[in-house]
T-cell receptor, first 114, second 115 residues
Framework: DQQVKQNSPSLSVQEGRISILNCDYT??????FLWYKKYPAEGPTFLIS?????DKNEDGRFTVFLNKSAKHLSLHIVPSQPGDSAVYFC?????????????FGTGTSLTVIP | DTGVSQDPRHKITKRGQNVTFRCDPI?????LYWYRQTLGQGPEFLTY????????KSRLLSDRFSAERPKGSFSTLEIQRTEQGDSAMYLC?????????????FGPGTRLLVL
């Protein structure tokens, strides 16, 4: 029962262009969402988060959008840089009932082509 | 602040052997988590500690798995009688106390290969 889904296993984008990574979830109780970035042989690194009371959060080149009615969030990276090439994981949690357990998607491997 | 550290980074063992992994969280973090990640999957929650108390355990944590955090600082995860299906990356994460929407910070992981 995969509660968080990333349906695109991979994405290739030209340097300087926008990268859009998508994530869908099924549990309507999820109220806090995060994106992590992972390089090979390293643990996931926190990138950006968003609370369910917001629909957008921006941090430099990274913006996360949340559409609660569609149970969908996306990560926009603009402009994309070669150093952004990594696997990106979407995570979600229900802070009220199971606030200590993060549910992760299967990841999207982003390649930024110079 | 040196981040979450895990030891060893890699472990190769034969089926049936016991293995133990260690995690040292960020010093001011009182919450500690263990996750397991297999190839092509995202991290899956195993268990969670607040200080020394183990408060949640996933159904993924079979009887062969045991985790401890005796003094509320570092934690150990032991797998007894390892099976080939235990081969995975074992990730530890920590977070600060009393924060509702709190980020978990991950260590580099211990990659286990059971032959």
């Amino acid at each position: 029962d995969q509660q968080v889904k990333q349906n695109s296993p991979s994405l290739s984008v030209q340097e300087g262009r926008i990268s859009i990574l998508n994530c869908d979830y099924t549990n309507s109780m999820f109220d806090y969402f995060l994106w992590y970035k992972k390089y090979p042989a390293e643990g996931p690194t926190f990138l950006i988060s968003i609370s369910s009371i917001k629909d957008k959060n921006e941090d430099g080149r990274f913006t996360v959008f949340l559409n609660k009615s569609a149970k969908h969030l996306s990560l926009h990276i603009v402009p994309s840089q070669p150093g952004d090439s990594a696997v990106y994981f979407c995570a979600a949690t229900d802070t009220v009932n199971t606030g200590n357990q993060f549910y992760f998607g299967t990841g999207t491997s982003l390649t930024v082509i110079p | 602040d040196t981040g979450v550290s895990q030891d060893p980074r890699h472990k190769i063992t034969k089926r049936g052997q016991n293995v133990t992994f260690r995690c040292d969280p960020i010093s001011e973090h009182n919450r500690l988590y263990w996750y397991r990640q297999t190839l092509g999957q995202g991290p899956e929650f195993l268990t969670y500690f607040q200080n020394e108390a183990q408060l949640e355990k996933s159904r993924l944590l079979s009887d062969r798995f045991s985790a401890e955090r005796p003094k509320g600082s570092f934690s150990t995860l032991e797998i007894q009688r390892t099976e080939q299906g235990d081969s995975a990356m074992y990730l530890c994460a920590s977070s600060r106390p009393f924060i509702k929407e709190e980020t978990q910070y991950f260590g580099p992981g211990t990659r286990l290969l059971v032959l």
